[in-house]
């Protein structure tokens, strides 16, 4: 997956829209469609996603939409059909490490936002995956916008048919939960 391009946006870059656009609005977790040849502006380029505003709302475009953007779409992750238990449980936390809250730089394991994941197979053979999460503040509305993108992401692999998120306040974040990276990448050392 090149994340480079991604990287390479600019805060504040002003982008025509080449294609119509599914895009997660912020902080709904709802999908909208945003019009060809709309004009958008970056705000946070993060992991395989891109933040953009767009009047006066804040919407989330998924890696496998960058071509909207007029960057090469990032194919949607994957795992192989014969990928092991650990490829799968693996699979999933690197893809919660390319969630971003939209206002924050750091991936929300390195942030200390998930608590914890848990992947069962049900007497139908499918694999439900469990994400225990937090937010940074529980009055934080990016919950349902974090909850859309790590479902759309962990639902890429074709072993995984569902995905659950549960948003829990207890224990209380706090800034002891980051990653020496996180704390790093947001001067809070």
């Given at each position: 997956m090149d994340l480079e391009q991604v990287a390479s946006l600019e805060r504040g870059q002003q982008l025509p829209l080449q294609r119509d656009v599914d895009a997660i609005a912020i902080p709904f977790g709802s999908t909208e469609t945003l019009a060809e040849d709309s004009v958008v502006s970056v705000m946070q380029a993060k992991g395989s996603t891109v933040s953009v505003g767009f009047e006066g709302r804040l919407y989330?475009?998924?890696?496998?939409?960058?071509?909207?953007?007029?960057?090469?779409?990032?194919?949607?992750?994957?795992?192989?059909?014969?990928?092991?238990?650990?490829?799968?449980?693996?699979?999933?936390?690197?893809?919660?490490?390319?969630?971003?809250?939209?206002?924050?730089?750091?991936?929300?394991?390195?942030?200390?936002?998930?608590?914890?994941?848990?992947?069962?197979?049900?007497?139908?053979?499918?694999?439900?995956?469990?994400?225990?999460?937090?937010?940074?503040?529980?009055?934080?509305?990016?919950?349902?916008?974090?909850?859309?993108?790590?479902?759309?992401?962990?639902?890429?692999?074709?072993?995984?048919?569902?995905?659950?998120?549960?948003?829990?306040?207890?224990p209380p974040w706090s800034r002891d939960m980051m990653s020496d990276e996180a704390k790093l990448e947001l001067g809070m050392f």
């Open positions: 989330l475009i998924e890696g496998s939409n960058l071509d909207a953007l007029g960057l090469e779409p990032l194919p949607r992750p994957t795992l192989p059909e014969t990928a092991s238990e650990q490829e799968i449980e693996q699979f999933v936390w690197d893809q919660l490490r390319t969630c971003f809250d939209p206002e924050i730089p750091v991936n929300i394991v390195d942030l200390g936002l998930v608590y914890g994941c848990r992947i069962e197979r049900l007497i139908s053979g499918e694999r439900l995956v469990t994400i225990r999460m937090t937010l940074t503040a529980p009055g934080c509305g990016m919950g349902d916008v974090i909850a859309a993108d790590a479902r759309n992401k962990i639902l890429g692999a074709p072993q995984i048919s569902k995905v659950h998120t549960e948003i829990v306040f207890s």
